[in-house]
């Protein structure tokens, strides 16, 4: 089983960014974030393939960025001009060799001045 430790969350203001870090305990293959706001159901925000093809939400797109170190087995999540809507627990999420989903135990951005 894989495990994933999120870090890089924490309070930031209105148009201010984060980087969100995740490392797998072993080689991971499709993989991405998602966020859940409270009240709401948890969404994609952001994924990438094993070969590196990202894709986004429409609710991030041109201010996030999806990135990965394969020889690391990490992802990352680039996060700029946030905004309050994007208050949320941030998972990552990671497929393993069996085609299996893992979840990370998430991380806590909160956007707030």
């Known amino acids: 089983q894989v495990q994933l430790v999120e870090s890089g969350g924490g309070l930031v203001q209105p148009g201010g960014s984060l980087r969100l870090s995740c490392t797998a305990s072993v080689t991971i293959f499709s993989t991405g974030w998602h966020r859940q706001a409270p009240g709401k159901q948890r969404e994609l925000v952001a994924g990438?393939?094993?070969?590196?093809?990202?894709n986004y939400s429409d609710s991030v797109k041109g201010r996030f960025t999806i990135s990965r170190d394969n020889a690391k087995n990490m992802v990352f999540l680039e996060m700029n001009s946030l905004q309050s809507e994007d208050t949320g627990v941030y998972y990552c999420?990671?497929?393993?060799?069996?085609?299996?989903?893992?979840w990370g135990q998430g991380t806590q951005v909160t956007v707030s001045s």
């Open positions: 999420l990671a497929y393993d060799r069996a085609r299996k989903p893992n």
């Open positions: 990438i393939s094993t070969d590196g093809k990202p």
